[in-house]
Nanobody, 126 residues
């Protein structure tokens, strides 16, 4: 059974940094698309970043480009999201998602991934 567990959320001041981790189990990461989504109160869920585990190709939502970095460690079956220069509008519950179709990670496309974590809260506030 595929399982995703997020960690690393918390409260940070504007301009600060957080590092989210997604620990995966039940399958090997190679060949999968892994993504981070977020959902703020009263808003629709949106895709933030994704990575193709086979070749490391990455894509980002325009508003986080240059501030967020996604990476993967296939040997440890983990994916991380380094978030710098955080803004109040980044406040949301962040979800890790995975799908065996690597092409799910494509520019400007955020299809419904098969597997989801429980989410971790990120709050950016002074």
């Amino acid at each position: 059974q595929v399982k995703l567990v997020e960690s690393g959320g918390g409260l940070v001041q504007p301009g600060g940094s957080l590092r989210l981790s997604c620990a995966t189990s039940g399958y090997h990461l190679e060949g999968y698309a892994i993504a981070w989504f977020r959902q703020a109160p009263g808003k629709k869920r949106e895709g933030v970043s994704c990575i193709r585990s086979n070749d490391g190709t990455t894509y980002y939502k325009d508003s986080v480009k240059g501030r967020f970095t996604i990476s993967r460690d296939n040997a440890k079956n983990t994916v991380t999201l380094q978030m710098n220069s955080l803004k109040p509008e980044d406040t949301a519950v962040y979800y890790c998602a995975a799908d065996p179709s690597f092409y799910y990670c494509s520019p400007h496309e955020w299809p419904e991934y098969d597997y989801w974590g429980q989410g971790t809260q990120v709050t950016v506030s002074s």
